[in-house]
């Protein structure tokens, strides 16, 4: 038996939506890397209920918002984020160590 047209388009476009998601999140934890390497002071990049910061070593966390050294992942996060909800996804992470998702 096959499966009814609209649920396989349907099924279709979930899957590529989901594959859609987690080619997001890689470029977010790409960009974030690029940033943590690119500055030192920093220290973590946490992502997760609508927001995206990162921590400084001696100062306050900044969100990626109010920074020019983060324009380029804001930028992503800002194109995406209606579509993809980019920030929903929970995340933390450093220049080199893995991704958390369980903080």
Same mark, same amino acid.
């Given at each position: *038996?096959?499966? &009814?047209?609209?649920?396989? %388009? ?5 899957? %590529? ?5 987690? %080619? ?5 934890? +790409?960009? /974030? ?5 690119? %500055? &030192? !002071?920093? !220290? ?11 921590t ?5 966390? +900044? !969100?990626t /918002?109010?920074? &020019? ?14 579509? *993809?909800?980019?920030?929903?996804? &929970? *995340? ?10 369980d903080?």
């Amino acid at each position: *038996m096959t499966m &009814p047209k609209h649920k396989s %388009h349907r099924a279709a476009i979930l899957s %590529h939506y989901r594959q859609a998601e987690r %080619h997001a999140q890689k470029e977010v934890v +790409r960009l /974030a890397r690029i940033i943590l390497r690119r %500055h &030192p !002071d920093l !220290d973590e990049f946490f992502m997760g209920n609508g927001g995206a910061f990162f921590t400084s070593k001696t100062s306050p966390s +900044r !969100d990626t /918002a109010d920074d &020019p050294r983060f324009r380029r992942l804001n930028k992503f996060i800002v194109e995406w984020e209606d579509v *993809m909800k980019i920030t929903g996804e &929970p *995340m933390r992470l450093t220049a080199t160590g893995p991704v958390r998702r369980d903080w």
